[in-house]
């Protein structure tokens, strides 16, 4: 029996030899030919997929060039805007304006640029792609200047018919802002119509880090402790030498009433 299965094998073997010897020139041939097309086959499906690279980025940079115009267009049409109607753009970032003007100081002259931006309106839903509505905020660049010792923008109510601010009737003090860098710093006061003047520095409410990213930051009245509040002269943001220099934008500015919930 183990004779009989040994024969067998080599008779396998010996038919397989004489099919290579007899076909070997045939499946050599076949053999280089399907790794051809193998290769061709592959270089297609590399060339398709450097195809669609190319496509998705001309789309890309396609897009990339219309929201440029589209940005561009409104940024103009933002900038006549603000030139031709600062009142109304003052109301949309100071809702209690309240006929109160801008003023603005720098020692030395220079020291400070204030200006609305389209660059620093607050994201939303409606500027999510950067070119909706005609988003609006308020940049203030500080330290133009060497040597400077300090200066600021703000809002007063002394040219109005009271000649002051009512604030009494809210609780706090709220405004959104955003570092370009991370790590500027500012001061927001209030000043009577005594001429008492509370500062608050921003590093004590708010970190860096969360600076960059844009925040929203509340004061509670009660820490500018001694004003009177029923006869406020005037609201800013201001810097000085330790502050150094930097940009920040800023948005919803505003005074808060007391919340009704219980």
């Known amino acids: 029996m183990m004779a009989m299965r040994q024969n067998e094998t080599n008779l396998d073997e010996t038919q397989e030899m004489i099919e290579r010897r ?71 970032l100071f809702p209690q304006i309240s006929g109160g003007k801008q003023f603005s100081w720098s ?13 620093c309106a607050r994201p939303t839903w409606r500027n999510a792609f950067g070119f909706l509505g005609v988003p609006s905020g ?5 330290g133009l200047v060497p040597n400077w010792r300090g200066g600021g923008w703000g809002v007063h109510w002394a040219g109005t018919t009271t000649q002051h601010f009512d604030a009494s009737g809210f609780n706090a003090l709220r405004v959104w802002v955003r570092g370009a860098n991370g790590d500027e710093a500012f001061e927001i006061g209030l000043k009577d119509t005594k001429g ?14 969360a600076l960059k990213g844009g925040v929203e930051m509340t004061i509670p009245l009660s820490e500018f402790q001694g004003l009177n509040l029923n006869s406020l002269n005037n ?8 502050h150094g ?6 948005n919803n500015l505003s005074f808060e009433k007391p919340s009704l919930r219980i």
């Open 22 to 92: 007899v076909l070997g020139g045939h499946l050599l041939v076949r053999g280089e030919n399907e790794n051809q097309e193998r290769v061709s086959s592959f270089k297609k499906r590399c060339d398709q997929v450097l195809t669609s690279v190319k496509w998705v980025k001309e789309v890309t940079s396609a897009l990339s060039s219309i929201k440029a115009i589209i940005a561009s267009a409104f940024g103009m049409g933002l900038f006549v805007f603000s030139t031709t109607s600062q009142v109304n753009l003052l109301s949309e």
């Open 107 to 119: 020692d030395p002259d220079g020291t400070i640029k204030a200006g609305f931006d389209s660059g």
């Open 138 to 142: 308020f940049r203030l660049q500080y």
């Open 196 to 209: 008492k003047e509370v500062k608050i520095e921003s590093k004590d409410r708010v970190a860096a880090d």
């Open 235 to 242: 609201i800013s943001i201001s810097f000085n030498e330790s």
């Open 245 to 250: 220099s930097g940009s920040l934008c800023f």
